[in-house]
């Protein structure tokens, strides 16, 4: 936690980190639940749930998933019962063959110096994880005891297997590389090549790339079909703007990943006014394999229609020092105010585009002028 208070400024989030983390104050309003946290937690409920035997066929994967306290009890106890069910099975042989009564110099026992169950239990120990003090050993006297044997050294090992493999998983899983890919904290909407854009910034900490990285981008928002059906949470796909053709993209630096508002765009009728009573969430996935450990990992953000400032533009973040490219990442999430028109992207495509829009703006702010001052002099007179 010191290395992220030190490496990672307050304008912009972590994929992981707790949201108990300084957040911009906006005015809240009534509104549904957070579909994406901006952690990239998914605020969804599982509730009844009737086959509840489905997890279980699936063993391994639901120890994978349990918390780190659950699957270090569970691993404790795997062994503790198994050392406690085998140590009983032993006393119970050595109680049957009577090695447990003190006998001649000729008598020759299942299980060597076992003389109680505590003597049992600690046979069963050595037996499983192969300690062998030396102490107690198994004789050939008896074929009980020789199937037992190889029972427990097959059940340990399965036990091994299972427990250390989830063990190994849960501390090389993929969302960990994610906890250094991080997003700005705002989206914004501004003009770029005379086109009303949809921008956020994402970046990797890391000197190790995420190999073939892609991003989708969803907007979540309520909506009813023309047969009156409401979908709660209609997922529409955005393309992004890229000018290799995929969403692929090559992420050495951090990055402006732009969407155009064009016709298609479930953005297309918003307006900086609209978008204030919107009830919409711009959900971004980020997805690539860790160059390191060939595993796929997966990032996500979300951004609240509050989120997303209108007429704002990132400040540039990489400049050319001593013949390389260095990164400022205390600007990562600064934005600066640019001019950008208030109307939506389709009133921009009905007035002619951004030129036309400008022209006839500025005609008509000039013709208002003038009746301003027309007015003002017929009252004067």
Not at 1 to 14: F, Q
Not at 132 to 157: D, H, K, P
Request: glycine residues 6%; proline residues 2%; aromatic residues 8%.
């Amino acid at each position: 936690m010191l290395s992220r208070k030190g490496l990672i400024p307050e304008d912009y989030l972590l994929t992981r980190l707790a949201e108990d983390v300084l957040q911009p104050k906006f005015k809240t309003k009534l509104r549904k639940a957070r579909f994406v946290a901006k952690n990239g937690t998914c605020n969804v409920a599982h509730t009844n749930i009737r086959e509840q035997g489905r997890f279980l066929q699936d063993v391994f994967t639901t120890l994978v998933d349990l918390k780190w306290l659950h699957t270090l009890l569970i691993f404790t106890m795997s062994f503790l019962c198994s050392w406690l069910l085998f140590g009983m099975i032993w006393w119970l042989i050595a109680f049957a063959h009577g090695d447990l009564d003190q006998k001649g110099d000729d008598f020759v026992p299942c299980v060597t110096d076992i003389h109680s169950f505590s003597s049992a239990f600690l046979f069963s120990i050595e037996v499983q994880v192969t300690i062998g003090f030396g102490g107690r050993m198994i004789t050939e006297e008896c074929v009980s005891a020789i199937v037992i044997l190889i029972i427990q050294n097959i059940v340990g090992l399965v036990i091994n297997a299972i427990m250390l493999g989830c063990i190994f998983m849960k501390t090389a899983q993929a969302n960990r590389r994610a906890e250094t890919l991080i997003f700005s904290k705002h989206a914004v909407i501004t003009v770029r090549n005379n086109k009303l854009c949809f921008m956020f910034r994402l970046g990797d900490l890391r000197k190790s790339m995420i190999i073939s990285a892609t991003v989708h981008v969803q907007v979540v928002r309520k909506t009813v079909t023309s047969e009156g059906e409401i979908v709660p949470l209609d997922q529409i796909d955005i393309q992004m703007d890229n000018p290799v053709g995929t969403n692929s993209i090559f992420l050495v630096s951090p990055l402006i990943i732009s969407h155009v508002i064009d016709k298609n765009s479930p953005l297309y009728d918003l307006s900086a006014a609209d978008l204030q009573h919107e009830d919409i969430e711009v959900i971004v996935v980020l997805e690539g394999v860790v160059e390191t450990t060939g595993i796929t990992t997966q990032a996500r953000t979300s951004y609240l229609s509050e989120e997303i400032l209108w007429g704002h533009r990132f400040v540039p973040t990489v400049s050319e020092e001593d013949g390389m490219y260095a990164v400022d990442y205390s600007k990562f999430g600064n934005t600066v105010k640019v001019a950008t028109p208030s109307c939506s992207a389709r009133a921009l495509d009905d007035a002619g585009g951004l030129e036309s829009f400008r022209a006839q703006e500025g005609s008509s702010g000039g013709a208002s002028v003038r009746r301003r001052i027309k007015h003002q002099n017929t009252k004067e007179l």
